[in-house]
């Protein structure tokens, strides 16, 4: 029976009486897998946001590819950066459509606790290996119900899967975060091109800059106001039909111009025998100790969850010939084997 002195109590009366009728009310939410108790400061999507924050698999974002590998300098967005940027821009979409903020960042910050070294590279080559393919989304939700145990929310669970493209969100804030995951790789990897020197700003189509503005702020600001504009109270939250138009062709440029066959690419080639070779390398070590029907699903846990540095370290480590020295073990490689059913 819920205590009506708590703080938790309060701010879920606060959702209900100020958010939207479209919005997710924690009090009303489908509930964890395993039942547990309420804690009395924070609502339910509060504490999925604090636990996936406070997960293994969230710090590691910040050693993970986004567009460029091994940037020359530090002003290059990062997998964790890149969510934090996702997050900020869902919070204001969600602030001023009236929808549940506590919601939209918690899914922000969990939709990339999946993703591979060496960003899509990476997960491109894993699709290629993994019988049944491999999907950066299905990972980031096998993260946090079996890898960290995070025990989330259904409604954050279905925001985390939902988030890329061909998936439908079963909630607005779910969809706020799909659109904002694609506002914010569009214009921050374009500001990353234009800083690496592979494209200049007036490179960019001229209809799309017309439309939204060649600066950099001016342009995220359009778009988000497309979307706010567009979504006022209402049961969908969608970009306005020009402003998707655009959007998406300025995405189609960025992936004629930067994200296939451009300098920015030059050593996805390396990246990938990085993990091929781990790839084959982790399933014959495991051989010897584990159900061969286990093997792929452990080894894929593995990699996908190295940061790009710790997979380039693994590579030298089993590849690279040097002198005799006490060579370091892969420990958690053999603890997934051991836990994973």
């Keep these: 029976m819920l205590n009506t002195e708590t703080i938790r109590y309060k701010l879920e009366q606060r959702e209900i009486d100020n958010l939207s009728d479209f919005a997710t009310k924690s009090r009303f939410s489908k509930g964890r897998k395993k039942l547990e108790d309420e804690c009395d400061l924070r609502t339910t999507f509060q504490r999925d946001r604090d636990r996936i924050v406070h997960s293994k698999a969230f710090r590691r974002l910040k050693h993970k590819t986004q567009v460029f590998l091994s940037p020359f300098d530090d002003h290059f967005r990062t997998r964790l950066t890149h969510t934090l940027e996702v997050s900020q821009i869902g919070r204001t979409i969600a602030r001023a459509l009236d929808l549940n903020e506590d919601l939209v960042e918690a899914i922000a910050l969990g939709h990339d606790l999946g993703h591979t070294p060496f960003g899509h590279c990476g997960e491109g080559v894993l699709n290629e290996l993994v019988k049944g393919g491999f999907h950066h989304n299905i ?4 993260v946090v119900e079996i890898l960290e145990h995070l025990n989330l929310c259904q409604e954050t669970i279905d925001g985390i899967l939902t988030h890329t493209w061909g998936f439908t969100p079963k909630t607005p804030e779910a969809q706020v975060v799909q659109l904002a995951d694609k506002v914010a790789y569009i214009n921050h990897d374009i500001e990353d ?53 655009y959007t998406t062709k300025l995405r189609q440029w960025m992936f004629d111009n930067v994200y296939i066959d451009s300098p920015a690419k030059l050593e996805e080639k390396k990246a990938r025998n990085v993990i091929k070779e781990l790839f084959f390398l982790y399933k014959e070590m495991l051989k010897p100790v584990c159900e061969e029907c286990k093997i792929e699903r452990i080894v894929t846990d593995y990699i996908s969850g190295m940061t790009d540095r710790y997979a380039v370290m693994k590579f030298e480590e089993n590849f690279i010939p040097k002198g005799l020295q006490s ?8 603890k997934l084997a051991k836990i994973i059913d």
């Design 139 to 142: 990972q980031s939700v096998r």
């Design 193 to 245: 091109s234009i800083r690496a020197g592979i494209i200049a700003e007036s490179d960019l189509p001229k209809d799309c800059i017309k439309y939204f503005s060649s600066v950099q702020s001016k342009r995220l600001n359009k778009m988000i106001h497309e979307i706010v504009s567009n979504s006022k109270d209402k049961p969908q939250v969608a970009m306005s039909e020009e402003g998707w138009f």
């Design 327 to 334: 060579g370091a073990k892969d420990d958690y490689l053999f």
